[in-house]
Each structure stands twice: as C-alpha cells, then as structure tokens.
C-alpha cells in the first residue's frame, strides 16, 4: 500500500530520475516529465499523505516507511513550506523519528498526587 502511494506521489508531482532520492531510483520511469508547483494536484497530494498517516499508526507501516526512507521522496515533493500539508508530512517524519523510543506508561493518578 505504501508503495502504491509513493508511486502515485512521484507521478503527481512530476519527479524523474533526475529528482528522485536514490533510494526511489526504481520508480524513475513512472513520470514521463518534471512538474512545476502549479502543475500539481496539491488536494490530492494532500489527500494521499491523510492515507500515509494513517498507515503510520501502526508500527508494522512505519517501521516500513523508515526503511523505504520515504522522508527523502518527501524532500522532493512540490509543495509550500507551509500549510496544512507540510504539517502532515513533520508529522510523520515525528512518527519516523520517534520509532525506536521505548513507550511512556500513562500517568496514574497516584502520579499526579
């Protein structure tokens, strides 16, 4: 699923091998030209990080998108510095990042006293 995703991503905002990250080089043939910004479906795109966030809930698809290094296919992604989509991505680069952080126990209220 994953993949599917990254592949859509690549073909919607245009990236050739010459702006693929090496570690997406095997996708260098899905998009025939380069995009510019206004070229691309940034409601799509935003739209296909929602799935992306979703899929990062579980640790399985995170796990996985860490080995994909999908945070470098996010590097090169058409989008404005700011808004809503660029909060999804930080969130899920967080999720990355935060992977092999042992779990916090919740707070009980013998804690809070």
Do not use: W
Not at 77 to 102: H, Y
Request: hydrophobic share 40%.
């Amino acid at each position: 699923m994953i993949e599917l995703i990254c592949r859509v991503l690549v073909k919607e905002h245009g990236l050739t091998e010459h702006s693929l990250p090496k570690s997406f080089q095997n996708l260098k043939d899905i998009a025939k030209k380069e995009k510019f910004i206004p070229d691309v479906d940034q409601v799509n795109t935003k739209e296909l990080l929602d799935g992306l966030m979703l899929l990062a809930n579980g640790k399985t698809f995170l796990r996985k998108m860490d080995d994909m290094r999908i945070y470098e296919l996010f590097e090169r992604l058409k989008i404005k510095p700011f808004g809503e989509t660029r909060q999804k991505i930080d969130v899920i680069n967080a999720q990355i990042m935060s992977i092999d952080m042992p779990d916090i126990p919740e707070a009980t209220e013998e804690d809070l006293d």
